[in-house]
């Protein structure tokens, strides 16, 4: 794949594979992968968990909004939290320095994949179920997709090689 493509940004709700998919897509790239949920933990010394129960939610996704919006990589795979979409400043920057891909799941196969939400650090505001968060949710990822990758279906790899093959099209 020729240097067009500096950085990939994929979004997508928690359990959707951005990880798993990202680390294979940046192997297969020869880019960097950068975990922004990790990065935040660094930054802020504290788990994802923590700053939720510390901060709310709220305070939470202006850390989130913060981190993204300041990412200075290139030539890497970026696998933000999935409640990103929230941050106006970060989806700005993201899709400035990035193609963002949106990996679609459906809700049962997130639901079936998530397991408790507190453990993973999954920012719920108040009386809201993961059907809502999940509603919510898919407009903005369809808003500030580039592409979108259904993976009914399909397991990590294919995800991967279905993705290259979408991109080489744009170049």
């Known amino acids: 794949m020729r240097n067009k493509i500096d950085n990939i940004t994929l979004i997508g709700m928690p359990a959707s594979g951005k990880s798993t998919v990202g680390v294979l897509l940046a192997k297969r790239l020869g880019y960097s992968f950068v975990d922004v949920d990790i990065l935040i933990q660094e930054q802020e010394g504290r788990l994802l968990k923590e700053i939720?129960?510390?901060?709310?939610?709220?305070?939470?996704?202006?850390?989130?909004?913060?981190?993204?919006?300041?990412?200075?990589?290139?030539?890497?795979?970026?696998?933000?939290?999935?409640?990103?979409?929230?941050?106006?400043?970060?989806?700005?920057?993201?899709?400035?320095?990035?193609?963002?891909?949106?990996?679609?799941?459906?809700?049962?196969?997130?639901?079936?994949?998530?397991?408790?939400?507190?453990?993973?650090?999954?920012?719920?505001k108040d009386g809201m179920t993961l059907r809502d968060l999940y509603d919510e949710r898919i407009v903005y990822y369809e808003k500030y997709a580039d592409i979108t990758i259904d993976e009914t279906g399909l397991d990590a790899g294919k995800t991967v090689d279905k993705l290259r093959a979408m991109m080489e099209e744009m170049i």
């Open 52 to 124: 939720i129960a510390q901060e709310g939610t709220d305070g939470f996704l202006e850390v989130e909004n913060r981190v993204n919006a300041g990412l200075n990589v290139h030539h890497s795979v970026i696998a933000p939290g999935g409640s990103v979409i929230y941050g106006k400043e970060a989806m700005e920057h993201l899709k400035k320095i990035s193609i963002v891909v949106y990996l679609k799941l459906s809700y049962e196969a997130v639901e079936e994949r998530l397991g408790n939400l507190v453990d993973r650090g999954v920012a719920l």
